[in-house]
């Protein structure tokens, strides 16, 4: 167990939809970073937040967004959902901003039909 | 230049034998190299990281052995068992103020009883 924790495990909706994912850090840790895991992409840097502030994004869609809370839980947004947005979601937390060892959370699998 | 070619795509191991999993990135920036483990329905766990002024580094049956000047590294699992039977991602990162991992595309270990 990381601790790292993520909710929900499973999310299944339709296309068009809107959907958020949530992310609970380890104690201590500042940074959360989001990635996407698909067969074809393989496994996908979206963005960083570190003590509240963005602090750098990957591949991530206009359609997607996120935040970092004062108690520094992370919700990853997913709108306008396409059946290719279908996807493992994995938050990892870091201590610093340059989070060498980042430990990630068990996942949020998106099935969008 | 981003990218991170990790090979191969599978392997079959007996118990007991050397598991040998290769990449290769081409950023020079480049200057952490973690290694993760993910079992099925779980998220990647860190194995052992390594940075490029050391050749090699070990942790128990895992050992990485870099080379800077090739630009590659690779994961060797000593004493390899049937519980190492899963999918292994090399990850490379640079030290740019954050460190948003490149991930290879995995390798699928099976480890034959």
């Known amino acids: 167990d990381s601790g790292v924790t993520q909710t929900p495990k499973h999310l299944i909706t339709a296309t068009g939809q809107r959907v958020t994912l949530r992310c609970s850090p380890r104690?201590?840790?500042?940074?959360v970073y989001w990635y996407q895991q698909s067969l074809d992409q393989g496994l996908q840097f979206l963005i960083q937040?570190?003590?509240?502030?963005?602090?750098a994004k990957g591949n991530i869609l206009e359609r997607f967004s996120a935040q970092q809370f004062p108690d520094l839980h992370s919700e990853l947004n997913l709108s306008s959902l396409e059946l290719g947005d279908s996807a493992l979601y994995f938050c990892?937390?870091?201590?610093?901003?340059?989070?060498?060892?980042?430990?990630f959370g068990p996942g949020t699998r998106l099935t969008v039909t | 230049q981003q990218q991170v070619k990790q090979s191969p795509q599978s392997l079959i191991v007996q118990k007991g034998g050397i598991s040998i999993i290769n990449c290769a990135y081409e950023n020079t920036a480049f200057d952490y190299f973690p290694w993760y483990q993910q079992f099925p329905g779980k998220g990647p766990a860190l194995l052992i990281a390594i940075r490029p002024d050391v050749s090699e580094k070990k942790e128990g049956r895992f050992t990485i052995s870099f080379n800077k000047s090739a630009k590659q590294f690779s994961l060797h699992i000593m004493d390899s068992q049937p519980g190492d039977s899963a999918t292994y991602f090399c990850?490379?990162?640079?030290?740019?103020?954050?460190?948003?991992?490149?991930f290879g595309t995995g390798t699928r270990l099976k480890v034959l009883a």
């Open positions: 937040y570190y003590n509240g502030e963005e602090r």
């Open positions: 990850a490379a990162s640079e030290a740019s103020g954050t460190y948003k991992y490149i």
């Open positions: 104690s201590g840790d500042l940074s």
């Open positions: 990892a937390s870091s201590v610093g901003a340059g989070g060498t060892e980042q430990y």
